[in-house]
T-cell receptor
Framework: DVKVTQSSRYLVKRTGEKVFLECVQD?????MFWYRQDPGLGLRLIYF???????EKGDIPEGYSVSREKKERFSLILESASTNQTSMYLC????????????FGQGTRLTVV | RKEVEQDPGPFNVPEGATVAFNCTYS??????FFWYRQDCRKEPKLLMS???SGNEDGRFTAQLNRASQYISLLIRDSKLSDSATYLC???????????FGKGNQVVVIP
């Protein structure tokens, strides 16, 4: 069974902290994605990766970085968390190429106080 | 202009009725198109891919209009269980960037 696992369902961090959100997939997928989802704004792409150590900026990369040292793991890093980064973060993976289904993790609700 | 645009709604639909909505995309190099379904407090899941010739899956029909750069989703004989947010998604030629619209919220009313 296909599985994308995010390390935490809920997370509370303080302003200025460095935050790591981890995502692991067990499907040997090439592509991995990080989105944030906010009411009224939909799913916005932060970063994606199409191969190990490769990354591309999405629509809203400011304040974030990513790491993909192994194929199955894609980490999102908030260098210095701010209150406007309070959001639902969703990780996804897909096999690659056109017409491939993306599978999502269950999401991490991050609150920055 | 956003890459993928949807009217978020909500769309209040009587049970048994038909509802249709569109999603427009701005980049003519968009290659692949999808509809995802997201239930409240859950992650999105693929509902169906959208093919150039259009495709149907039970009560759901998806169509692609490349000339006008939009895709559509039609739900016939709406069920209460169809209440969800329907997200359209596109992938561009040449890369694997998967972009989503804001979603169409559908509420089926008894």
């Amino acid at each position: 069974d296909v599985k994308v696992t995010q390390s935490s369902r809920y997370l509370v961090k303080r302003t200025g902290e460095k935050v790591f959100l981890e995502c692991v997939q067990d499907m040997d997928h090439e592509n991995m994605f990080w989105y944030r989802q906010d009411p009224g704004l939909g799913l916005r792409l932060i970063y994606f990766s199409y191969d190990v150590k490769m990354k591309e900026k999405g629509d809203i990369p400011e304040g974030y970085s990513v790491s993909r040292e192994k194929k199955e793991r894609f980490s999102l890093i908030l260098e210095s968390a701010s209150t406007n980064q309070t959001s639902m973060y969703l990780c996804a993976s897909s096999l690659g190429g056109a017409n491939t289904e993306a599978f999502f993790g269950q999401g991490t609700r991050l609150t920055v106080v | 202009r956003k890459e993928v645009e949807q009217d978020p709604g909500p769309f209040n639909v009587p049970e048994g009725a038909t509802v249709a909505f569109n999603c427009t995309y701005s980049n003519s190099a968009s290659q692949s198109f999808f509809w995802y379904r997201q239930d409240c407090r859950k992650e999105p899941k693929l509902l169906m891919s959208v093919y150039s010739s259009g495709n149907e899956d039970g009560r759901f029909t998806a169509q692609l209009n490349r000339a006008s750069q939009y895709i559509s989703l039609l739900i016939r004989d709406s069920k209460l269980s169809d209440s969800a947010t329907y997200l359209c998604a596109v992938i561009r030629y040449g890369n694997n960037r998967l972009a989503f619209g804001k979603g169409n919220q559908v509420v089926v009313i008894p």
